[in-house]
């Protein structure tokens, strides 16, 4: 089963050896990414195919509608081991335009457990509701809410004790918001990357 899976995995360390002999070797011996990718799960969203970068290059933690909850372990521990342990310099929260989870979080349909996990996407959309609204376009809105997702993530991962702790100790680290489009490959700057925690207090979220 899934034979072609595997030989399209073998074609591709072929390859991998074929232009560079020593890339597995080097995987080997450390990861040392200078990057955290927080970011969807969404089949079309690869990380490190939309940046460029290679195995080794970039840590990733995903989940639907990349959200960054103060109460979720598993985020956390990605988190902390970006931050403390391999000493990232850069994180990035990715949304993307027409993100599933974000359509899910406000169509007002019941679909069980992840309707607990869309939660803070709901509370988001209430909260700005009424500038929402006053957007025509039923697709436009959403992607503006999936702008503002981004942006409070962003504020919860500078938020967070493990970040906190490395700015107090001068650890060089910045927190980055983008948003990718499915439409045209590219991702999006929103402008809110923050450096320390005033940065953090004069998110516009």
Known sequence: MLDHLKANNRAWATRKVAADADFFKR???????????????????????????????????????????????????????AVDVLKVKHIMVVGHYGCGGVA????????????????????????????????PSPQARLDRLCEFNVI?????????????????????LSVHGWVYSLSNGLVQDLEVSVSGPQDVEELPL
């Open 27 to 81: 995987l080997e011996r450390q990861q040392a990414p200078e990057y955290l990718w927080i970011g969807c799960s969404d089949s079309r969203v690869p990380a490190n195919e939309i940046v460029g970068l290679d195995p080794g290059e970039l840590f990733v933690h995903r989940n639907v509608a990349n959200l960054a909850p103060p109460q979720d372990a598993n985020y956390l521990s990605v988190l902390q081991f």
């Open 104 to 135: 899910a979080a406000v169509d007002g349909r019941r679909r069980g457990l992840v309707d607990h996990w869309l939660h803070p996407i709901r509370d988001l959309y209430r909260e700005h509701q009424a500038a929402l609204e006053k957007i």
């Open 152 to 172: 409070r993530q962003v504020r919860n991962v500078g938020s967070d004790v493990f970040v906190q702790d490395a700015w107090a100790r001068s650890q060089g």
